[in-house]
């Protein structure tokens, strides 16, 4: 299991459903849904190899918890964070191309 920072959302949003508070586990979700897309955002705008590779290991981990809890909303988020770390990769690889050649 990857360490992601939005699990406690995860065991909360189990926990409200475990217990039929549907008011509870809908706000866990959005606060998941927060949780994953802010702070891919977040390692997106650093740019760094590493940090999209972390970015992508959370919506990985977004998918799955999506999927599994039943959050649709949360696909629609990850494909334009998955553009916008490719987006990022392609601007950086004429760069990548020039230092090689040099």
């Known amino acids: 299991m990857v360490n992601v920072p939005c ?3 995860e065991k909360l949003i189990e926990h409200a ?3 039929n508070n549907r008011e509870k586990a809908l706000e866990f979700k959005e606060k998941l ?3 994953i897309v802010y702070t891919a955002q977040e ?4 740019g760094r190899s590493r940090d999209l590779e972390r970015a992508e290991e959370i919506l990985k981990y977004g998918e799955d918890v999506g999927n ?3 959050i649709k909303e949360l696909s629609f988020h990850i494909n334009l964070l998955r ?3 490719e987006e990022k990769r392609e601007r950086r690889r004429p760069k990548e191309e020039e230092a090689v050649s040099k």
């Open 68 to 70: 599994r809890l039943g």
């Open 17 to 19: 459903e475990k217990n």
């Open 33 to 35: 849904v927060e949780c």
């Open 83 to 85: 553009k916008k770390i």
């Open 43 to 46: 390692l997106i705008a650093r």
């Open 7 to 9: 699990i406690k959302w």
